[in-house]
């Protein structure tokens, strides 16, 4: 799912790991804002699909007892706000809470936004040529998640959003919904396999994600349409210092599906607005290594492909993405990197700056 804030609500309610929000209240750190169990903290961001800028959140993280830490995550409640040079905005809140030692989650996020995007025409109208794409719209996410046996997880979730968006081209025929009043109610399944060693940070183990999110007229939605995705990663540590890292991700898309919920290729390099479709597909594979305790290099390399564009470009076509990065640990404790990367792609390179590794 591409539209920004409910992209994050959308892997947030898709999964159980601890960590959504970390507990960062015991960490020492120069970034944050502490009194208590209330924590500030602003998170600078950088990418060709929004441009600079930040997210300032803050989060309230419940008391626990001692044998309640050794169990499961501490609840928390959660709030987020994003401005970025391109004068995209958002807000966001977040409810997650762990009963049962653990065995049970709960996770609800629900907020407004407002994005300015580019977006590349199509063949038959003037292709190559980037065209103005507005989103703005409301959203509401919610997951039970339940531990099912040993490292196996499985949960339903349900996703309302609804958007109103608005394009350069008055008249655009594609396999993708271009309506400017959208509103898409969905009930869905999801599956995970977690060995992780830490989920913010993986120096070992492997996580698979399935999920699928059915949108249909009867439930409130007015489109019917399916949505499936799912995402195979693998860590392994090569030395006290190196870590290899590789993921495999798919997604399709099916019926009347809005141009708002495409499909995108998961790689750097590029806007995630220039290869939007019904089918996507990317692999990547990353070196990370740690120089001490603070500081850290990566290289990456990658390929993607996209099926049923709405821009024709690239269509059926592998879409290359390889690069550099600089890491800096800002909370060592949860292996939490302050992350800028140099990604190059066909006809397109791009800067990357966020908080947490790319996969």
Not at 48 to 72: M, S
């Amino acid at each position: 799912m591409l539209w920004g804030p409910a992209a994050f609500a959308q892997d947030a309610a898709t999964d159980t790991r601890p960590g959504i929000a970390p507990d960062i209240r015991e960490d020492e750190i120069n970034l944050k804002l502490q009194r208590g169990d209330f924590v500030v903290v602003p998170i600078p961001i950088s990418n060709p699909t929004l441009g600079d800028g930040l997210v300032a959140g803050a989060a309230y993280f419940y008391p626990q007892t001692v044998e309640e830490k050794k169990l499961q995550p501490a609840s928390v409640t959660a709030a987020a706000g994003m401005y970025t040079s391109n004068d995209s905005k958002a807000l966001a809140l977040l409810q997650q809470n762990y009963w049962k030692n653990g065995k049970w989650r709960f996770t609800g996020v629900l907020g407004a936004a407002d994005l300015r995007l580019g977006l590349l025409a199509p063949d038959d109208t003037a292709s190559g040529q980037s065209i103005d794409w507005q989103i703005e719209g409301s959203f509401v996410f919610a997951k039970l998640a339940r531990k099912l046996k040993g490292d196996w997880y499985g949960g339903v979730l349900t996703r309302m959003v609804d958007a109103n968006q608005s394009l350069e081209l008055p008249s655009i025929e594609s396999d993708l919904d271009t309506g400017s009043d959208i509103r898409a109610m969905g009930l869905g399944l999801y599956f995970e396999y977690d060995t992780r060693d830490m989920p913010s940070n993986s120096y070992s183990g492997r996580y698979l994600k399935v999920d699928a999110l059915f949108n249909d007229e009867r439930i409130g939605s007015n489109k019917t349409y399916q949505s499936a995705g799912a995402a195979l990663r693998s860590y392994h540590e090569l030395s006290d210092s190196v870590v290899l890292a590789w993921e495999l991700q798919g997604c399709h898309r099916g019926g009347g599906t809005p141009l708002w919920d495409a499909c995108t290729v998961k790689l750097r390099g590029f806007s995630a607005t220039d290869y939007l479709g019904k089918v996507t597909a990317s692999g990547q594979v990353e070196a990370r290594w740690r120089m001490n305790k603070r500081w850290g290099l990566v290289g990456f390399a990658g390929t993607g492909y996209v099926g049923n564009s709405f821009s024709g470009v690239r269509d059926n076509e592998t879409i290359p993405s390889y690069g550099a990065g600089i890491r800096f640990m800002v909370l060592q404790a949860k292996r939490i990197n302050l992350r800028i990367d140099y990604a190059r792609s066909t006809g397109s390179d791009a800067i990357h700056i966020s908080v947490g590794e790319a996969f």
